[in-house]
């Protein structure tokens, strides 16, 4: 309990006055309950915090609903955004009879990957590394009834505002549709904004390096470290939490939605994976990009489970609006050194301990944990089965004749693709208990669930096309 002890002299000498314990539910959205400082104490760390767990989407029955959660000393952090002093932590979520962990807790899920590949004796740590994008829009309007659909976004910063007549009068400073990549002020209007959003992820302890804006009009990055399997999951949740946050004082509106946009480019979450054994990278070798032969396995595992995976690293409908072959998303199962245009790259590094392998499909709909682990359990079962990817693609598959196209297999088309091939492929998930049969159907039942919503509802663009016919 020492860490405990530390943290409650934190909470003392720093004047916290509420604790707020946060977990991830099945979908990836972060949920939170707030408890006043008065009552915590060594005793409460230990026994945890009880909830209902019937209330969450996915997870207990109404008859069978006390869940407990269990504090995390080593992840809290002063939250920056509530007015009364408030301390941040995040928490697993056990079973209150037996204390185990629950099976369809996706923390505990990442906690097991990594305690997997340690019990595998392939390495004993890996190292995360995502990207995720996402959109900033000065006013947001949706609406899903009977008698209409419809959805309208906008931004000062946009192409489309070019025309748009402005009280104080329009600059006319904006980036074009796809000419968003790396622009100077006054072009790009959010360095202040994503400079608030890298200050304050390093003012709550996360590590940083970089921000820009990106492709799309509106489309930004930031920069995090490497880190973790589970510590990256959680920044993740961290970074989305400040984004939103940020934004929203700013009086705009962030989102991680994959394609909230037609006609340009829409919002990835390219991931870096490592793994190290005994202080040493195992990736780096004398093979194809200075790979190892079981980077190259790692590599043929994801391709080879792609299909299954996309129901984690793609899991919403709109995630199938940007994965579309021909053009800028990566649905093609080849990898590559450098090359952008597959799902695979393997990044450009002059040491060793920074060699990686860059998965470039999922997106930042994605619950980071489930992610994580999938991604690591598909590559471990490459190493394992010493699955070879083939040869690389050097040439850019954004532009191969059809012929040569046809021989390349591509990533899922939809959700109700990826959740049938997760029905059929997960074996390699069970593995070590990382993941459980029950929580891979109750996660396809929760998924199902929107894919069924979203084939049931008629969208506009039909109404363009088959309104007359």
Known sequence: MSDVKTLLKQIKDEGVEYLDIRFTDPRGKMQHVTAIVDI???DWFEEGWMFDGSSIAGWKSIENSDMKLMLDPASAYIDPFYAQKTMAIFADVVEPDTGEAYERDPRGTAKKAEAYL???????QSFFGPEAEFFVFDNVRYDVSMERVAYEVDAADSPWNSWTEYEMGNTGHRPGVKGGYFPVNPTDAGQDMRSEMLSTMKQIGMKVDKHHHEVAASQHELGMIFGSLTEQADNLQKYKYVIHNVAAAYGKSATFMPKPIAGDNGT???????IWKDGK???????????SDEALYFIGGILKHAKALNAFTNPSTNSYKRLIPGFEAPVLRAYSARNRSGCIRIPWTESPKAKRVEARFPDPAANPYLCFAALLMAGLDGIENKIHPGDPSDKDLYDLPPEELADIPTVCGSLREALDALKEDHAFLLKGDVFSQSQIEGYIDLKMEENIEYEHTPHPVEFKLYYSC
């Open 118 to 124: 340690k019990s595998s004796g392939i390495g004993d």
């Open 281 to 291: 990278p195992l990736f780096a070798g004398n093979g194809y990009a200075d790979l």
């Open 268 to 274: 990835g979450m390219h991931v870096n994976m490592s």
């Open 40 to 42: 915590v104490d060594e």
